[in-house]
């Protein structure tokens, strides 16, 4: 039975990661936080899966390589330079980055993908989000691979054509760009709506996670599937085959 690495271990998805490992026989190498020994883990370890924080990703990246291990990157707000990292860490191991590791929203993506190529750009797309109030990082990790699903559709680039935090005189919505919503409070755990607005009507496509339960799930059949790959960057419909 392969053994797992957790870095952020204590946090809410670390914990969660704890629970599902235990209910399904699978073992834990161990788990680190901040400050802890990743290297150590890593030798340690048949993978590492990390949610902790973007500042972390370099020192994890490293781990991996040095032990030759794959790695599931599930921290979101990640930037460009971390995504460079990725790539780079990506030649000499399996790495598997994405902003949600669930079936759920893996197969709402490839709808949102669908959804935007099929209708054309009088068609406004607008992505809100909702979650707990801990969470530092907007939009969503998910949102921003929704909003990518949906510029891939249209074949344009999202960075080119991203709008987020509407607020006072923004004048009239431009033709083609994604907007972003973000909204924070209680404890939800996530909630995604992908919203085409046309001429008289509205196509709404839309995720709930009621449990972190299925992030981990995810999470843990991603690092199952990497184990023996060629080095490369992978992602969950790599993973799921969609
Ligand atoms: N891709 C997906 O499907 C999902 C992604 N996420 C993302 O995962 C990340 C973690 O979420 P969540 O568990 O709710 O957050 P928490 O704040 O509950 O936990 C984060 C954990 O990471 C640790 N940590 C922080 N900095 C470092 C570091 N430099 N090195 C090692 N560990 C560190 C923290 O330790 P300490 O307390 O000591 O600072 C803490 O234990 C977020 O980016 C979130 O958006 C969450 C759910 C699903
Ligand atoms: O921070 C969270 O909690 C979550 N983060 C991910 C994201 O940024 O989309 C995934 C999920 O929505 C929960």
Redesign the pocket.
């Known amino acids: 039975m392969p053994s797992f690495g957790i870095?952020?271990?204590?946090?809410?998805?670390?914990e969660a990661l704890h629970r599902v490992v235990d209910a399904s026989g699978h073992e834990w190498a161990g788990g680190?936080?901040?400050?802890?020994d990743?290297a150590g883990l890593a030798d340690a370890s048949d993978a590492l899966i990390d949610?902790?924080?973007?500042?972390?990703l370099q020192?994890?990246l490293h781990a991996a390589v040095g032990a030759g291990i794959p790695i599931v990157i599930?921290?979101?707000?990640l930037e460009d330079q971390h995504h460079a990292a990725i790539d780079s860490a990506a030649r000499a191991v399996p790495v598997l980055q994405?902003?949600?590791?669930?079936l759920g929203v893996t197969l709402l993506a490839h709808l949102v993908r669908e959804a935007a190529q099929r209708l054309g750009d009088d068609w406004d797309i607008e992505i809100v989000e909702m979650h707990h109030r801990?969470?530092?990082?907007a939009p969503?990790?998910?949102a921003l691979l929704l909003g990518q699903a949906a510029a891939q559709g249209r074949g344009i680039d999202l960075a080119a054509n991203r709008e987020s935090g509407r607020d006072g005189h923004t004048g009239a919505r431009a033709r083609g760009v994604i907007g972003f919503a973000a909204l924070r409070g209680g404890t939800v755990a996530?909630e995604h709506s992908v919203i085409l607005a046309g001429e008289e009507e509205r196509l709404t496509l839309s995720h709930s996670a009621e449990n972190?339960a299925i992030?981990a799930r995810?999470?843990l059949k991603a690092a199952e599937w990497l184990l023996g790959r060629d080095p490369g960057r992978y992602t969950m419909e790599d993973v799921l085959e969609l």
Do not use: H, Y
């Open positions: 870095i952020g271990s204590k946090g809410a998805m670390g680190v936080d901040k400050g802890g990743v949610f902790s924080a973007p500042g972390a020192t994890n599930g921290t979101t707000g994405t902003g949600n590791t669930s801990r969470k530092v990082d969503s990790g998910t996530g972190r992030f995810g999470a």
